[in-house]
């Protein structure tokens, strides 16, 4: 049965929403599988025709979401320059400090190597709440974030539009990108940089 609907409730990490149909009733679960291109994300407020089917249980749930009554969205329409830009700017301050020997090229590879390993990370939790799979924990991207690969965190969230939204966990995200900016200005200081140089020391002597 082919009927019209508007998004009223809609969670992208998951992946699923509700939606209202303009003839009344109780609202209908609808899954990102049910839209035949999961790049133009719903968004509440959409207007969707669709078809009524049952899921295993027997319940009702919308398929065949047709696309065309959306409001053209894609990733890039909702990415966020000035927090992409201060990842970048992050990168590069990170780097000048290692060109000026203030900090050494370790630190470098550590914000690379997590920023990459993180922005992965953030990817592959993005495609496991599409497919209702098993999910990467939350404290797992946080200190990811934290040991330095927040960069690639702001920049996963803005691509995959992915935990962005989210007000408890981005209120831990940026607590912990404090703390990292923190600690990396600590090691600025003669007392952080003498703590620094004996850490790497004992390290290479390990």
Do not use: C
Not at 34 to 46: E, K, Q, T, V
Not at 49 to 69: H, K, S, W
Not at 140 to 156: K, S
């Amino acid at each position: 049965m082919r009927l019209e609907g508007t998004i009223t409730t809609w969670k992208d990490d998951q992946g699923y929403g509700f939606i209202t149909p303009d003839n009344g009733g109780p609202q209908i679960f609808v899954h990102i599988k049910a839209f035949p291109d999961s790049l133009i994300r719903p968004r509440p407020g959409d207007p969707v025709p669709f078809e009524l089917g049952e899921d295993d249980r027997g319940r009702p749930r919308a398929t065949r979401v047709r696309r065309e009554r959306f409001a053209v969205q894609t990733p890039a329409a909702s990415i966020s320059a000035p927090l992409l830009l201060l990842a970048a700017i992050a990168l590069t301050i990170v780097g000048l400090l290692t060109v000026a020997g203030q900090l050494p090229l370790v630190i470098l590879d550590v914000y690379l190597i997590a920023s990459g390993i993180t922005f992965l990370a953030y990817w592959q939790d993005k495609a496991a709440a599409r497919k209702n799979q098993w999910r990467t924990a939350e404290r797992t991207l946080h200190l990811l974030g934290i040991v330095g690969g927040w960069p690639g965190a702001l920049i996963a969230q803005q691509v995959f539009r992915h935990k962005s939204s989210k007000t408890s966990f981005q209120l831990v995200f940026w607590l912990t990108v404090f703390a990292n900016i923190g600690v990396l200005a600590w090691f600025l200081t003669p007392h952080g940089a003498v703590a620094l140089r004996d850490v790497m020391q004992s390290m290479a002597n390990s």
